[in-house]
């Protein structure tokens, strides 16, 4: 896998089935933050800690106006009764067909196995990415805290 994007970057767009509306692309989010999360699959137990976390974390995020919005390869069908089952009220998109396109822009799929890297991107107002983690172990999940990190230091200097 090589990570070709950087922080400065501009975030690919995308435009996935989301399981809060039909689609959803990067930038009809204009406007705000946005916290990317990409993980390997639905019902995996370390995506289920890790996606529950954000649940419970997901208050936080919004009081730094970001939206949270978490990608797999999994079908719509296996995101809507993994966000079911376990109360996700932030959108899981889609990234099935073509297998793993967005993943792949953001440079964070693993062919070998057809699932995406655990990853996070915040991605800013305008588009540009201003920071991002892959985690070096794909079951080791990233604490919210990073995220808030992130987003204060984001908050401190917009426009580095």
């Known amino acids: 896998m090589s990570f070709s994007l950087h922080v400065g970057s501009s975030a690919p767009d995308f435009y996935l089935p989301a399981t809060t509306t039909k689609r959803l692309s990067l930038s009809a989010l204009r406007g705000r933050p946005v916290v990317l999360v990409f993980y390997p699959a639905d019902f995996s137990p370390s995506c289920t800690s890790q996606l529950n976390l ?21 079908g719509l069908w296996s995101h809507r009764a993994f966000a079911e089952a376990h109360n996700l009220t932030f959108p899981l998109l889609s990234d099935f067909w073509p297998h793993g396109q967005t993943a792949r822009a953001y440079g964070v799929f693993r062919e070998r196995d057809g699932i995406c890297e655990r990853s996070l991107f915040l991605i800013d107002c305008s588009g540009l990415i201003r920071w991002s983690y892959v985690s070096p172990v794909l079951n080791q999940i990233p604490g919210a805290d990073l995220i808030y990190q992130a987003l204060e230091d984001f908050r401190a200097r917009p426009n580095a």
């Open 54 to 74: 954000y649940q419970e974390a997901l208050e936080g995020f919004e009081a730094y106006a970001a939206q949270l919005v978490a990608i797999s390869t999994d």
